[in-house]
């Protein structure tokens, strides 16, 4: 991809104006009271951003990912905590709906997920299940008429302005030492704030302040058989390939942060002046705008390369295991989303860093924007995998690919 098409070009141009607009003059005041207004999303709805990746038949947008991550990066760059409940709902949330979903689904949640009246959470983590999804221990019990969950799922963004939730469950037994622990898990979806939903804690997070992250219990929600997504056994399928899309988002998310990083740092070396001089003239302080600058554009071109591969590939990621015309290795889109999270939230966290250092006290000040995006990059290396994980995946990856598998 050598350079953005006219659409591209538009979308991100809207994003951009209502980040300027409608995010960056608040983000300061949300972080502060830890909330977002339904107002944001109302904005989001009306310029048609909270169907990014819905069909036009269910009211979306229907934007390839490179463009949708365009969108979702602009936003983050306006306020972290938007672009990443933008990143849950139009990622993972509506990718598990169009992969998975029998059309009646599809046709009941993703016209409110387009028209923004539901919005969507991906509720995955446990207290003892974070990366070791295989852990899950939120119970599925099949019921005459459908089924029961009970259990408790933490860390869910968006979890109660949520519409639809989209929900994992052992509906197995608990794994054998010979079976993957994955093994037993079905997804569902389950509409926000049904009987037996409670909300039992929202989470004091260091960054994204603004964005809810809460703990649920679900004390016996009854479900009917039509709430499950995918066959029975399938959610870990199900849950994989809408993580591959949801790293892409987050890497989009942590590219608004770090670019945001990155003009507030040229700014105020331009500005502030020490020993006579700005201190953009000195070389230490070249040296890490440079390495901004450079970090950036690496996380940007990984990014929307891999999201060209991952479009190319539709709806079945399996069937692109290894493909020839490749760049880079390892060849698996699984490893090359992984990736592409690895480099951009790290380079969101560098870059957030540096930036703090340029602002010297200042940085370090609640008064300026920077301390707040150093804690905001700091998410970005944790959720939807975290760098350790995701290196364990990409390592994985260039195993199997040696041996030929
Ligand atoms: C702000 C925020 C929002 C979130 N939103 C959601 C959400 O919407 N939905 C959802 O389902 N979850 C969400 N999460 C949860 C998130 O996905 C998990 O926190 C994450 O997957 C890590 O799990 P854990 O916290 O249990 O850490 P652990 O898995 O306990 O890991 C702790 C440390 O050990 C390392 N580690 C673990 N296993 C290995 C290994 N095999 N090799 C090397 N190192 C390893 C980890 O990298 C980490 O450094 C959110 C988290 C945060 C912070």
């Not at 649920?216 to 499950?228: K, S, T, Y």
């Not at 003009?263 to 201190?279: C, D, I, N, P, W």
């Amino acid at each position: 991809m050598t350079r953005l098409t006219d659409e591209q070009l538009e979308i991100r141009a809207l994003a951009r104006e209502f980040a300027l607009g409608e995010l960056r003059p608040h983000a300061e005041a949300w972080d502060a009271a830890r909330a977002l207004p339904e107002e944001v999303f109302r904005g989001l709805a009306d310029i048609g951003f909270l169907g990014l990746r819905a069909p036009e038949a269910h009211g979306g947008l229907d934007l390839d990912l490179p463009t949708a991550l365009l969108a979702v990066e602009a936003l983050a760059w306006g306020e972290a905590a938007v672009g990443l409940s933008v990143a849950i709902h139009a990622g993972p949330v509506t990718r598990a709906l169009l992969t998975a979903g029998t059309p009646a689904q599809q046709s009941r949640w993703l016209p409110g997920l387009a028209d923004g009246s539901c919005l969507g959470a991906f509720a995955l983590s446990e207290s003892e299940a974070g990366s070791d999804v295989g852990a899950v221990a939120l119970r599925a019990e099949a019921a005459d008429d459908g089924w029961i969950l009970t259990g408790e799922k933490r860390w869910v963004t968006n979890g109660v302005r949520a519409g639809l939730l989209v929900v994992f469950a052992r509906t197995g037994a608990p794994a054998e030492a010979d079976t993957p622990a994955t093994e037993g898990l079905t997804a569902f979806l389950v509409e926000g704030g049904a009987d037996g939903i409670r909300v039992v804690g929202r989470e004091r997070t260091l960054g994204l302040c603004a964005s809810e992250t809460v703990t649920l219990a679900f004390e016996g929600v009854r479900l009917p058989e039509d709430a499950r997504l995918g066959s029975v056994g399938e959610g870990w399928s199900v849950a994989r390939d809408a993580l591959v899309h949801g790293r892409l988002f987050v890497a989009a998310q942590a590219l608004g942060i770090a670019q945001a990083a990155q003009e507030h740092a040229v700014r105020y070396a331009g500005e502030r002046e020490q020993f006579g001089r700005s201190l953009d003239a000195f070389g230490g302080i070249q040296e890490k705008l440079a390495g901004m600058a450079i970090r950036i554009a690496q996380a940007r071109a990984l990014l929307l390369e891999t999201a060209v591969r991952v479009d190319a590939a539709g709806l079945d990621l399996r069937g692109d295991g290894v493909s020839e015309g490749a760049l880079h290795h390892p060849v698996s889109l699984e490893a090359a989303a992984a990736m592409a999270k690895v480099t951009a939230s790290e380079a969101a966290m560098w870059v957030s860093d540096e930036a703090v250092q340029i602002f010297g006290g200042y940085g370090y000040m609640r008064d300026y924007p920077v301390e707040k995006l150093m804690r905001d990059a700091k998410g970005t290396e944790i959720y939807e995998g975290t760098s350790e994980v995701l290196r364990w995946v990409i390592a994985r990856e260039l195993v199997r690919e040696a041996a030929g598998g």
